[in-house]
């Protein structure tokens, strides 16, 4: 059967756009709505209760404008929230994790650097994952401030980049060989981490996953959209829209909502 109903994206801000962009790539026919709620952004420095209730309302959002599929583009949300979404709503809702398992199992060095947000590392869900790799060194490190100079359009400032190289040095001297980037937002700095990085250590987000598994999800429940016709992709924010669409642009996409 042809289910025309969107995926349903949500991130704090702008960041899920790159979760988006993978979904697309693997899913071009699919018809999305994104909701970036950078009115709210930061996520990463809240409460796990305050998460959750933003996630909620966020899916409630998505579900309202009939969405299929929940896709939980946000790390911070997915780690302190899905449970509580899956528990509360009937259709499938996919997260967003850092990739420490990739890294963990092609590290050579046996040091790994995971660069999140506070709520990401300190969630249950996060130092869980953690132990399941005993043998390897995870340098975890809170990601201060990266969200909000990117949401407020300083990406490519020379803020942002002395602050990466606080953040990455330490790393580098303990010989990291995988950064794994673990907020929706880090895969736009990586032309800069490229710049700070020494070029043997690879740099890995969780994106092409979740799209690789969206995809899995929809084929199993039997709601794909199976005609052969492109997608609409709608983009909503809750802030202004300039922001969001200096980052949709890139990506030759016109439909832009403030609400
Ligand atoms: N993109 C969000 C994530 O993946 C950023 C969280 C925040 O707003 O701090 O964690």
Request: proline content about 4%.
């Amino acid at each position: 059967m042809n289910d025309t109903r969107p995926i349903g994206l949500f991130d704090s801000g702008i960041g899920g756009t790159t979760v988006w962009q993978a979904v697309n790539n693997i899913l071009p026919n699919e018809n999305t709505l994104f909701l970036g709620d950078s009115l709210n952004a930061p996520y990463g420095q809240k409460t796990k209760e305050e998460i959750i209730h933003l996630s909620k309302k966020n899916t409630e959002w998505l579900l309202n404008k009939n969405a299929k599929i929940i896709i939980v583009a946000c790390n911070t949300a997915t780690t302190n929230a899905i449970t509580e979404l899956r528990n509360t709503y009937k259709v499938p809702i996919i997260g967003i994790e850092p990739a420490i398992k990739p890294a963990a199992l092609n590290t050579q060095t046996g040091v790994v650097g995971v660069l999140a947000t506070q709520g990401t590392l300190q969630s249950k869900k996060y130092t869980e994952a953690q132990t399941l790799y005993p043998n390897v060194t995870f340098i975890n490190q809170i990601g201060y401030n990266i969200v909000q100079i990117i949401e407020e359009g300083g990406l490519y400032s020379t803020e942002l980049k002395d602050l990466l190289t606080t953040y990455l040095s330490p790393m580098v001297e303990k010989n990291i060989d995988h950064l794994v980037l673990g907020c929706t937002h880090y895969p736009y700095l990586t032309p800069i981490l490229q710049q700070i990085l020494p070029q043997n250590i690879k740099i890995i987000d969780s994106g092409l996953a979740v799209a690789k598994h969206t995809k899995k999800i929809l084929e199993q429940q039997n709601l794909l959209k199976t005609d052969n016709k492109l997608g609409i992709s709608e983009f909503y924010t809750t802030k202004n829209v300039e922001i969001m669409q200096s980052f949709i642009q890139q990506k030759g996409i016109a439909k832009l909502i403030k609400i």
